[in-house]
Nanobody, 126 residues
């Protein structure tokens, strides 16, 4: 069992920045890849970025987030972060932390993710 707790969401103006955190707890965390998805109102939950806990530091971004979003981890705190810069109103969504046994990448269906956090709201005003 893996527990995920997100924090750091909020309201920000367009062009601003936010950093999301996700603290993980549970057994064998090194077996899980971690990442972020987001879900806008009325839309499906979609992949944002992921990072591998096995030591390869792999990261994946959809093209729209490349250059603006950055995922990182601190294994000493069992925490991953999502730094979001130059935010746009279309980034408004609930952001969910995800943990998946083995691989987590842009082609991972949200329906197959093993564990989710409770979500944190990010609202970007124009």
């Amino acid at each position: 069992q893996v527990q995920l707790v997100e924090s750091g969401g909020g309201l920000v103006q367009a062009g601003g920045s936010l950093r999301l955190s996700c603290a993980a707890s549970g057994r064998a965390l090194s077996d899980y890849s971690m990442g972020w998805f987001r879900q806008a109102p009325g839309k499906e939950r979609v992949f944002v970025a992921s990072i591998n806990w096995l030591g390869t530091h792999s990261t994946y971004y959809e093209d729209s987030e490349k250059g603006r979003f950055s995922i990182s981890r601190d294994n000493t705190k069992s925490t991953i972060y999502l730094q979001m810069n130059s935010l746009k109103p279309e980034d408004t969504a609930v952001y969910y932390c995800a943990a998946n046994f083995g691989r987590l990448a842009s082609d991972t269906s949200s329906y197959s993710v093993d564990y989710w956090g409770q979500g944190t709201q990010v609202t970007v005003s124009s």
